[in-house]
């Protein structure tokens, strides 16, 4: 009889050992830093890490804890691994006015350390003053120059227009660290093409069209 107790008690272990979630005995760990992609500056976030190739919080994921980010931006999660398996997502959820939370999936292998790098997040206007000299005698129209009042002007204008344009990491890593313009004169068919250089953390940049 105690016999048979005995291995009923290894039997429930073993099924309880084998539904577990987390594998005993293995680790995961993933670190990083959460900055400001313009200034480069941390920023503070909670971090939330799940388990699952689904979206987390659905069906099929489980959630392995909670953190956050140190004073200097950096994280440091360490946790048991999966029983079977490697996708992890983070859920970031930035301090107010820092950014919008944002998901980041990554595979990670039972015992690995994955450093993940530098998570660039948040956004802004960027200003340009835009300085118009007429010198041809031709009229001339803006097709792209972000959000200003006015985008055409006649021939013999001379003024400063402010043109303003929502940027993010994911638009610098599009655009590349430029204030895009595009125009056509009166006396041409085509669109002229101008890259005004951005130099961060400054949030303001100029050029002058001679036109």
């Given at each position: 009889?105690?016999k048979?107790?005995?291995l ?7 099924l309880?050992f ?17 900055l ?5 500056s ?23 804890g909670?953190?956050?980010?140190n ?6 999660i360490k ?11 983070l859920?970031f ?13 990554y595979?990670?292998?039972k ?22 000299n ?6 001339i129209?803006f ?6 009042p006015?985008t ?7 003024a400063?227009?402010?043109?303003s ?11 590349g ?5 595009s ?17 961060p ?11």
């Open positions: 009889m105690k048979l107790i005995n009923f008690c290894i039997l429930i272990f073993c309880a084998l539904s577990c979630e987390k594998r005993p005995f293995a680790t995961i760990e993933v670190k990083g830093r959460v400001n992609f313009w200034s480069k941390p920023i503070t976030s909670s971090i939330a890490l799940w388990v699952g190739s689904s979206t987390p919080g659905s069906k099929g994921t489980t959630n392995y909670s953190y956050s980010t004073s200097d931006g950096s994280f440091d946790s048991n691994a999966q029983w079977n398996g490697n996708n992890y997502t859920v959820v930035p301090s107010s006015s820092s950014g919008d939370a944002f998901n980041e999936k595979a990670v292998s015992n690995q350390t994955l450093d993940i790098g530098d998570i660039l997040v948040g956004h802004l206007s960027i200003i340009c003053k835009v300085t118009l007429s010198v041809s005698g031709a009229s129209k097709t792209k120059i972000g959000s200003t006015q055409t002007f006649n021939a013999g204008t001379h400063v227009i402010t043109a344009s929502y940027y993010d990491s994911y638009s610098i890593q599009t655009v660290n430029f204030y895009p313009i125009y056509r004169l009166s006396t041409s068919a085509a669109d002229s093409n101008i890259r005004v250089p951005l130099h953390p400054t949030d303001t940049t100029s050029v002058t069209i001679n036109y």
